[in-house]
């Protein structure tokens, strides 16, 4: 079984300038005060400033869009995941803006490589958002990422 994450995360607060900027932009509550905004197709083409290059390594983030991040970051921590498995193996890549700065990565973990002990990307990044790992379930599970399987089925 598949999955496809491509998001925005980071406190409610810091992400409603995306929602109230771009309509296509949809603002998902997540665990511990956190909320999550898809990075679907309506929504990256609307903020992309039309350059193909790959930003940070990341397959969706779109072109110059990094720089708004960094903005929004004034309002609070904005991390910008990207999760592709199938089968058990895949990749993940993180990236953390606070006060206007890159704070954490670009990190990246390819198909195959094992788990660092300070976690997945997606989970350094959730640390680094307040979120603790709750017993036996990680950062992405104790805040819910789980709960879907593609970027789209994060839509109302």
């Known amino acids: 079984m598949g999955y496809t994450l491509e998001a925005l995360i980071g406190s409610a607060g810091a992400l409603h300038a995306a929602v109230s900027q771009w309509p296509a932009a949809v603002l998902v509550p997540l665990a511990h005060d956190l909320a999550l905004v898809p990075m679907t197709d309506e929504l990256f083409d609307a903020v992309t400033d039309g350059t193909t290059e790959r930003v940070l390594g990341f397959w969706k983030l779109p072109g110059g869009f990094d720089r708004e991040l960094a903005f929004w970051s004034s309002a609070g921590p904005v991390g910008y995941v990207e999760a592709d498995f199938f089968g058990g193996v895949g990749s993940q890549r993180a990236a953390l803006w606070v006060a206007g700065e890159l704070a954490l990565g670009p990190l990246y973990l390819g198909e195959s490589e094992p788990f660092p002990p300070q976690g ?37």
């Open 120 to 156: 997945s990307p997606i989970c350094q990044l959730l640390a680094r958002l307040g979120v603790e790992h709750d017993g036996y379930r990680d950062e992405f599970e104790t805040v819910g990422l789980g709960r879907h399987r593609e970027t789209a089925d994060w839509l109302p």
